[in-house]
């Protein structure tokens, strides 16, 4: 595992402090992305591409992380008032400088997608992708290959929820995103237990894990897909790096493209309020 993903609004910079002091003596053999996007680092803010922002951003998180140039630098959220031909603009005089080495989008459309790979090339896009969440197969995956764009699903478990340790009784901590989360409530969580079972099953099979089961099957989809999995768990780090020893078998990916055309998963991924950061 040598794919770290942060960005200036995780603390908002604590986190990157954290990557930055943890991988210092690695640094040759990690590759670290982060994110700019937001004002002031807040992601509760409002956006903020500007040119003198991301270039802010560009110079603190180089401090943070304790590097000389940012291996993957995204926009975290489109801005819809900075053209995104400018945005990759920016970044492409940092690369020009030598301070970032890759440009990546984060929740983008096809459209900033192409305008955006069209002023300088986007080595990755990150947006949600899981067995429980599969909207990038019908433009952004086709688009992605096209291109020759890398592609890094966030939640790959599905919010801890394909992991099969949360039911409909479990509760949340206060401060824990997933209770503005339609997908969450006790009633969808109910609904799409049926997912879950179905992972259970495959899982049983291969003497896995159905955490494992839903990474193996994002690893089996493309090899440029890389998915970036979060725990705070150390013995949870263990078994999701597990999954790449997960060989899935053209029967068991029979078996859950089957079981996913019956299954109607149930309530929105964001809430109204978050979806409006989603570009289309």
Known sequence: ???????EAYGPGANEELVGEALEP??????????????????????????????RV?????KRLKIDRIDLFYQHRVDPSVPIEEVAGTVKELIREGKVKHF??????????????????????????????????????????ELGIGFVP?????????TGVIDAD??????????????????????????????????????ATP????????????PWIVPIPGTTKPHRLEENIGAASVQLTSEDLLVIEDALSKITVQG????????KLVSR
Do not use: C
């Open 58 to 62: 560009a110079e603190n998180s180089l």
């Open 170 to 207: 479990t509760k949340f901590d206060k401060s824990d995103f997933r209770n503005t989360v339609p997908r969450f409530t006790a009633e969808a969580r109910t609904a799409n237990e049926a997912l879950v079972e179905m992972v259970r099953g495959v899982a049983a099979r291969n003497n």
């Open 26 to 55: 690695l640094r040759d053999r990690a590759v670290i992305a982060t994110k700019f996007g937001f004002k002031d680092g807040h992601a509760g803010a409002g956006l903020d591409s500007r040119h003198e922002r991301i270039r």
């Open 104 to 145: 990546g989008l984060s929740e983008a459309g096809v459209d900033v997608i192409r305008r955006a790979h069209s002023v300088q090339p986007v080595a990755a896009v990150q947006s949600e992708y899981s067995l429980w969440w599969r909207e990038p197969e019908e433009k952004v995956l086709p688009l992605l290959e």
């Open 211 to 222: 955490a494992q089961i839903a990474l193996a099957w994002l690893l089996s989809r493309k």
């Open 268 to 275: 929105a991924r964001y809430s109204a309020d978050r979806q």
């Open 154 to 162: 966030f939640s790959p478990l599905g919010k801890g929820f394909l």
């Open 1 to 7: 595992m040598t794919f770290f993903d942060t960005a």
